[in-house]
Every structure is written in C-alpha cells, then in structure tokens.
C-alpha cells in the first residue's frame, strides 16, 4: 500500500528556513518522479516542485530560487529545503507520488509569521 509520510513543518519567522521530508513506501521510489504540493486555508491545492527519477527539478514560479527539492533514492524519502520563507508561504505541505497520484499524506503544517 502507498504511504507518504511527510515531516518538518514548524512555525517560522519571515525570512527564515526549513526543511521539509516526505517518507514514501509501497512503490518502487527510485522509478518515480515526486513532487510537493502545498495548501493554504481557504485556496485549492496548489503545485510547488517536481523532482524527477534521475533528480531533474523544476518549480513553479513562486518559489524558484527559494525552495530546492531533492530526493534520497536509498532512503526513500524526497526533501523541500525551503529558504527566505514568506508568509504567503504558509500552508499544509504534500508530497506525491505522480504515478500514485491519488495517495496523499497527512501533510505538514509550515507556518511563515510576519
């Protein structure tokens, strides 16, 4: 069964860091890009970074340049290290799995204070 456990949201000043994890199991990882998602109250789940099976990334534009996604293939987990936090930049954090599209995690709460 897919699981995705994710990891390492906190509450952070403006300005600051983190560095989000995602413990994935059920699937062949190393076959499969991952990709992190985030939604804030009130909006629809939005698109953040996708990192491919051989570790190409790309980011949606309001985050490239801040956020770096990485994957650990021997440990089966995929990392957001997320800089220059903004507040606009809080929301429950996902990842997934693109060939399993339909598992989600619990998410993790990042929250960026002003």
């Known amino acids: 069964q897919v699981q995705l456990v994710e990891s390492g949201g906190d509450l952070v000043q403006a300005g600051g860091s983190l560095r989000l994890s995602c413990a994935a199991s059920?699937?062949?990882?190393?076959?499969?890009?991952m990709a992190w998602y985030r939604q804030a109250p009130g909006k629809q789940r939005e698109w953040v970074a996708t990192?491919?099976?051989?570790?190409?990334?790309a980011y949606a534009d309001s985050v490239r340049g801040r956020f770096t996604i990485s994957r650990d293939n021997a440990k089966k987990t995929v990392y957001l290290q997320m800089n220059s936090l903004k507040p606009a930049d809080t929301a429950v954090y996902y990842c997934?799995?693109?060939?399993?599209?339909?598992?989600w995690g619990q998410g993790t709460q990042v929250t960026v204070s002003s």
């Open positions: 997934n799995a693109l060939r399993y599209s339909r598992f």
């Open positions: 059920g699937f062949v990882f190393d076959d499969n890009a």
């Open positions: 990192i491919t099976s051989s570790g190409f990334p």
